[in-house]
């Protein structure tokens, strides 16, 4: 069996659940445990009734690690979130104590092929990182980090439990949303990981963690339904900076890495996981009352002619020019 955890809040919770939903879909047995920063992600795990996905309330790994809960007035929300990665991973080892091997993932990772053949590309290395694989023109990104916390594996042996509390001992000491003395969040660390640790893998394969900073819409293609990457599948994708802007309509957030959204990324990457992040959106509202968030960015409420500009701007300006120009996916929920 594979063991995965993940963590989020009610934000995060309908991507969890695509995640989960992908790896379900690969037909090997796994569990995926959930670090749950509030009651309602929880009580999501729970109504998901599934022996697969298992929730860990707050309070349990606060209490595990009291050293963890210790930072907590130190950092702001993300930063906390950052700092429990390797908390977290370290905790479920103690959890699950049949675990051979422990890997951390994103929650906006989606599986389009098993992670068998992610643990084949790893081997028997004690630990698995993988690259942000920047192009040229995105080499100043690599200040925050050679690889990308997306996939972080451990094997439970002297060597994986070693660079695991390392990790933990630095983002406990320092885990902040800044690039610092070559440090960024609980991601800068990594980097030290081939340095100091024996027995580190980089995951090279184009389609392990292929994302909006690495994906090469040339040498996008389909191949029995599915995306392959440079000649190799997409194993998973990684989700990071979509937005849902208005209703139903959403940005993949390509813009920031110069990627234009092709009709073979909108079709073979972007359409399969929307359409069912809208459909678990909806199922989250109806059954548990958790709104999506929508727009690029959380703006004042307040009154006065310069916040209703923003507001009108960030609600229906914006939106309507990336419409027209092509660059947003429209995923509308389905009438039920």
């Not at 695509?18 to 795990?45: I, M, N, P, W, Y």
């Not at 707050?58 to 050293?67: G, V, Y």
């Not at 590309?121 to 192009?135: K, L, N, T």
């Not at 092709?262 to 199922?283: G, I, K, M, S």
């Amino acid at each position: 069996m594979n063991h995965f955890c993940t963590y989020c809040d009610k934000g995060y919770a309908a991507r969890m659940l695509c995640l989960h939903e992908s790896l379900k879909a690969q037909g090997e047995s796994f569990r995926l445990l959930v670090l749950c920063f509030d009651a309602e992600t929880e009580a999501v795990v729970a109504a998901a009734d599934d022996e697969s996905l298992v929730a860990i309330p707050l309070a349990e790994l606060m209490a595990a690690d009291p050293a963890y809960a210790a930072v907590r007035s130190q950092r702001s929300r993300v930063e906390f979130y950052f700092t429990a990665t390797p908390v977290l991973v370290r905790h479920c080892f103690a959890r699950e104590a049949a675990a051979e091997r422990m890997t951390y993932l994103d929650a906006d990772l989606f599986f389009f092929g098993p992670a068998s053949v992610v643990f084949a590309e790893q081997g028997d290395a004690s630990v698995g990182i993988v690259p942000h694989r920047f192009p040229p023109h995105l080499a100043a990104q690599s200040e925050h980090g050679t690889y990308n916390v997306a996939w972080v594996s451990f094997r439970r042996d002297a060597d994986g439990l070693a660079c695991l509390d390392w990790w933990r001992a630095r983002c406990l000491e320092w885990c902040f949303d800044r690039v610092e003395a070559g440090r960024f969040a609980d991601q800068g660390y990594l980097d030290e990981f081939p340095k100091r640790f024996r027995g580190v893998k980089s995951l090279e394969h184009p389609g392990i963690n292929a994302a909006p900073w690495n994906v090469d819409t040339a040498e996008l293609t389909q191949v029995a339904g599915l995306p392959w990457l440079q000649r190799q599948p997409v194993l998973f994708y990684h989700y990071q900076g979509i937005r849902e802007v208005t209703t139903g309509w959403f940005d993949p957030g390509l813009r920031p890495y110069q990627v234009r959204l092709t009709q073979e990324l909108r079709r073979l990457v972007y359409l399969p996981y929307l359409r069912r992040l809208a459909d678990v959106q909806l199922r989250l509202r109806t059954l548990h009352g958790i709104e999506a968030s929508l727009g690029y960015k959380r703006l004042s409420a307040g009154g006065g002619l310069r916040a209703g500009w923003e507001r009108f701007k960030a609600g229906w300006v914006w939106p309507t020019c990336r419409r027209m120009r092509g660059e947003l996916v429209h995923c509308p929920e389905k009438i039920v």
